[in-house]
């Protein structure tokens, strides 16, 4: 079994005390999130658990606990999401600086091979178009360009909460592009990819997207891999791809872990949150010792 911690929130960032808890008790319980009546007990025993990927942007508050999860012989690896937004789209982020430096010391520590760079999602807009993600690329690539083994890159997905929270935007200034412009400014924000994917000699996958981007140097890929998981553990596993994600998505088939609307980071183009005031209400009612997230 994989576990994905998670999707649907950032567990490494604002829950790690509580996932120790439930590593501690062997198990956790998961509740349908379309159903939060319906329980299921998921087993957390290394001998029941292939590989833990943990799903961060900013991994730092679960770093003290690696050393329980290597003794008890868990294998991991971190997909690590930094794309450094202006604050109107990532009111509560990390400065860049600091996360930098945290995946500098999380890749030392256990290995680039098992550090995966996501510049997710990539947003088209007036204050965000092509010549700015260039720019922030080639900045972020030189601080953790030579720490990770690949990069993953994805558009975003326009559900109906995420184009109502930047509708809400529009009076801030903000404006998405579209159509053609959009596409242009693409096209430089992918030729930028390339540059840097050479640069530091990175291959780089797309998630869950189903434009051809070979033309970049740009692979179609999984984020929970099991090719992946295969190589770097020496494992020789084999999933099904997961059924419940996107039909674009190459993911193999995982349990995930975390709850919707518990992710208090406030992105505002996050699929994972249909409520800020709700996400920040759970995440400051949780109790780390809950079987449930």
């Known amino acids: 079994m994989i576990i994905s911690a998670s999707r649907r929130t950032d567990i490494p960032a ?13 198990y956790c319980i998961f509740a349908n999130p379309f159903n939060p009546t319906q329980l299921r007990r998921v087993e957390l025993n290394p001998s029941e658990v292939d590989c833990l990927v943990f799903w961060t942007r900013n991994p730092k508050p679960l770093l003290p606990y690696l050393d329980s999860l290597d003794a008890e012989g868990y294998n991991y690896y971190f997909l690590f999401t930094i794309n450094d937004y202006p604050k109107i789209l990532e009111p509560h982020r990390p400065a860049l600086a600091e ?20 510049y997710d999602p990539i947003m088209m807009s007036n204050i965000t178009d092509g010549r700015y993600h260039s720019a922030k690329l080639r900045e972020i690539a030189s601080s953790i360009g030579r720490n990770c083994s690949r990069l993953v890159v994805s558009e975003v997905q326009m559900y109906r909460k995420v184009e109502r929270r930047l509708s ?16 242009r ?8 990819i390339k540059e840097v994917a050479g640069q530091y000699q990175i291959p780089v996958y797309s998630c869950a997207q189903s434009k051809d981007l070979s033309q970049y140097g740009i692979e179609h890929g999984a984020c929970i891999d099991q090719e ?11 999933y099904k791809k997961d059924p419940s994600q996107r039909a674009e998505c190459g993911c193999a088939q995982s349990t995930d872990i975390g ?15 249909n409520s800020a005031n709700r996400a920040k209400q759970n995440y400051q009612g949780h109790d780390p010792r809950s079987e449930t997230l």
Request: hydrophobic share 35%; aromatic share 14%; with cysteine.
């Open 228 to 238: 992946l998981i295969n190589q770097l553990f020496g494992r020789n596993l084999t």
């Open 99 to 118: 996360i930098t430096e945290v995946f500098g010391e999380l890749s030392e520590r256990i290995g680039r091979e098992r550090m995966v760079w996501r």
């Open 14 to 26: 604002f829950y790690s005390r509580w996932f120790m808890e439930r590593i501690k008790a062997g």
């Open 259 to 273: 709850a919707y609307d518990t992710c208090p980071a406030g992105c505002v183009y996050c699929y994972a949150v």
């Open 168 to 183: 809400e935007l529009e009076n801030g200034g903000l404006t998405l592009l579209s159509g053609e412009e959009r596409e």
């Open 185 to 192: 400014e693409l096209e430089k924000v992918y030729s930028a």
